[in-house]
């Protein structure tokens, strides 16, 4: 009789050690804040580099700006070296750094004042309009996407849901600039109800925080519309219709904070683009903001003002953003854990 050998299969009787899990397994909010503060850092490097080589690659001479068309040879090259420019590009890269971490960023080319002197003073009345503008475009898409959609679900009322479609269609796709100047047109020069540019009284905000969100609002009005159809063919929304849930609970309860995870995420990115209609639409206005002053830095080659702007304005998209992950974590743990 053949020796009967020894089975491979292991005893499953004996009690196997358990695997311990990470401290990051067992704390999905501290993994979560944890890759989501590493995304930020990465994000303000790239976005303090390609400021610093955007300026490296325009064509120019700063200290020529610097000391005037007419300055000689020898105050040129004296202004190069006041501003560190006749160093080695990456020697001038890295007290660019330096001079982030401690406030010092320069002088501007053109006013000689501070750069960060500049941007403290300008950028209160920018942040203002800015602000103004996403709270409302975010309030005015919540309630009226909301509100069409529960007239329009289901394919009711065809003749809503076409015009709806047409007029947000159509307004969404107003730049920044030719709403400015109808808002000017009908309501400052033919109606004469508020002022046409400058920053004062209430009034004076109007028109400039309307001409930022006037095309946003209607492209964030369609998506929070979209996804309230979405929401409301839900098994858990027709079950509160079955046990006849009034509408003011079932939406306020089960629809509203289920599209708000979905419409923040979306309106992140197009929160960004609104930052950046402020440009344009400071101009149109006078507005004494970080606008104009980008603008006219541009046409002077002021290179330290502009890269300190331009990371002004990336270091405020990229708070948003990461405000409006707080927000989804904050709204909905699970689906936002889950997602990330």
Request: glycine residues 8%.
């Amino acid at each position: 009789m053949p020796a009967i050998s020894a089975s491979p299969i292991a005893d499953t009787d004996t009690p196997q050690p358990q695997k311990r899990e990470s401290f990051l397994a067992r704390k999905p909010w501290a993994a979560y804040l944890l890759r989501r503060g590493g995304y930020f850092v990465v994000s303000m490097f790239v976005l303090v580099t390609v400021a610093f080589l955007l300026m490296q690659l325009i064509p120019g001479d700063p200290a020529r700006v610097s000391a005037g068309e007419n300055a000689s040879p020898e105050a040129v090259e004296a202004r190069r070296v006041e501003l560190g420019l006749d160093k080695p590009v990456f020697v001038q890269y890295l007290s660019f750094w330096k001079g982030l971490f401690t406030g010092d960023l320069g002088e501007s080319i053109s006013s000689r004042m501070p750069v960060i002197d500049v941007i403290m003073q300008r950028a209160p009345a920018t942040l203002e309009i800015a602000w103004s503008a996403v709270a409302i475009a975010l309030v005015v898409a919540i309630c009226l996407g909301l509100t069409f959609g529960a007239l329009t679900h289901g394919d009711r009322r065809p003749g809503v849901d076409i015009g709806f479609n047409s007029v947000t269609a159509v307004i969404a796709l107003i730049p920044e600039f030719l709403a400015g100047i109808l808002l000017v047109y009908f309501f400052a020069v033919t109606l004469d109800l508020l002022p046409v540019a400058g920053r004062g009284d209430f009034a004076s905000y109007i028109l400039p925080v309307t001409a930022l969100a006037f095309g946003p609002a209607a492209a964030l009005t369609r998506i929070v519309r979209a996804e309230t159809l979405t929401v409301l063919q839900q098994d858990y929304v027709r079950t509160a219709r079955a046990r006849r849930m009034s509408p003011v609970r079932l939406y306020g309860k089960h629809v509203l904070p289920n599209l708000l995870t979905s419409t923040l995420t979306i309106s992140g990115m197009a929160l960004g683009g609104m930052i950046a209609g402020t440009v344009i639409v400071e101009s149109i206005f006078a507005w004494p903001g970080l606008g104009s002053v980008i603008v006219q830095s541009i046409q002077e080659k002021d290179y330290p003002l502009v890269q300190a702007i331009i990371i002004f304005y990336g270091a405020v998209v990229l708070l948003i953003n990461l405000a409006i992950d707080m927000a989804l974590i904050l709204l909905d743990p699970r689906t936002a854990l889950d997602k990330s």
